[in-house]
């Protein structure tokens, strides 16, 4: 079998060519985007992993205990965000403040040199949930 040439996105002499995939944890939009260092150091310390997000504080049976959908979705205009749901168990589910913060998650590899800060996104707008599925429809298509 021939050798075979790791495939690098950038010139080898180009500094982009050591730095790796964006990172990104969908949850928590606004907090950072990273990408991975590709060097030796990098790998042998983070095993290749940079982050892998902040995770959930409260758990989704907590939450709909802890939360009612009505006082989510109050809070929530209060700061001008919209909520559509059919269900307000599954608004309390998804409170926004049932996850942890991911900034000590992307600030921790960025200090140590493991990944490097590139952006910090601003939210627009987020849809949850599966298009045209019945009882969840967050998007009508039509």
Known sequence: MPDIEPFTTCAPASPRSEIGPAAVDRRHHGDGIVRSRRDADSER???SSSWHGAGRAVSCRKASVTWKGRQVIDELAAS?????????RGVSEEAPWRLQGCGR???APDAEGLSRKVAKPVLLVCVKGWVGRENNT???TR
């Open 45 to 47: 310390l983070s095993f």
């Open 80 to 88: 001008s965000i919209i909520v559509k749901s059919r269900s307000p």
């Open 105 to 107: 998650v992307v600030e």
């Open 138 to 140: 967050c998007l009508d």
